[in-house]
């Protein structure tokens, strides 16, 4: 009787275990679109990503850099002082969207170009998102103490 309660016990922590992994597998399966890395244009022009990575880029608009075509298209260049990267987008930019201001975009990098599905604005004129704020500072292009960063 006493043998048949440890392997009762031991089936039961095993089967345990195993639903765990496979739970832990398939959230991390599901969350796999849902996570976007952040690369500043310096990481990206040193280490270009695949073109089938959607990742999220964050930086200044470089001043005069902004080309409104015709269409709702539009291109620009973003920056961190150390490397810039051009950036197309199709759509409405945000209406805090500005040349010289922090941006984030989010998508893909295809034949030297970022080609952005969503782009990102700072919301008023102390917020900095603190991914932007740490490759700025990392090239020494930023030192706004006031800055919230996110936090």
Known sequence: MKNLKKRRRIQIIAVAVVALAASTALIGYAMRDGINLFRSPSQIMAEPPPETEVFRIGGLVAPGSVDRGSS?????????????????????????????????????????????SEILAKHDETYMPKEVMDALEAQGHWRDDTAAGGS
Not at 90 to 107: H, I, R, Y
């Open 72 to 116: 709702e298209r539009v291109s620009f260049v973003v920056t961190d002082g150390g490397a810039d990267v051009p950036v197309v987008f199709a759509g409405v930019l945000p209406d805090l969207f500005a040349e010289g201001e922090g941006m984030v975009g989010t998508g893909r990098y295809i034949d030297g170009v970022f080609q952005a």
